[in-house]
């Protein structure tokens, strides 16, 4: 598989993932929902926040923009949850778009950013991507345990049920 048709099928499950987990917080409870449950960025509302900035608001900016914004990891961006989770849904979209505008030459290459503190980052870019990725799959992973640990059903988010098409 040449990396274009890697890194879209990783993003097409980034997105798949995030309605699956999305459609499953609905029934939670807001008391719930914004409650300490022990995760990283605590609870269910500060981890997709944590997903907003991390996914969107930074990585996004880098690899499309070249830009180096600088907001705090745990900032909460969006305090409304229906906002929020459009706005994680949409950002999800837009990986795939900018993923397929990308000239073959790009995944040898590295990505040239100004991390939080304010020191010059060159890091490979095929490995950064997949690091984007592989980051959201760890907090939704933090978020189906919470969502168990509460007592709801957890989303299948295996990527191979999204490959064998069984699950929609």
Do not use: C
Request: charged residues 15%; aromatic residues 10%.
């Amino acid at each position: 598989m040449d990396a274009r048709a890697h890194f879209l099928t990783l993003a097409r499950y980034n997105g798949w993932a995030t309605r699956r987990l999305l459609v499953a917080l609905e029934p939670v409870s807001d008391a719930q929902y914004r409650a300490d449950a022990g995760l990283f960025f605590k609870s269910i509302h500060g981890t997709l926040n944590h997903l907003l900035v991390a996914e969107h608001q930074l990585w996004f900016r880098r690899f499309a923009e070249g830009l180096s914004p600088t907001v705090a990891l745990n900032a909460e961006v969006e305090p409304d949850r229906t906002r929020l989770a459009a706005a994680l849904q949409d950002g999800a979209l837009r990986w795939e778009a900018l993923i397929a505008t990308w000239q073959d030459t790009v995944w040898d290459g590295a990505l040239n950013y100004t991390n939080m503190r304010g020191q010059p980052q060159s890091l490979p870019f095929a490995a950064t991507l997949a690091h984007v990725f592989n980051h959201a799959t760890h907090h939704r992973g933090q978020i189906t345990a919470a969502l168990t640990a509460l007592g709801h059903a957890s989303p299948e988010l295996d990527m191979v049920y999204l490959l064998q098409g069984q699950v929609p």
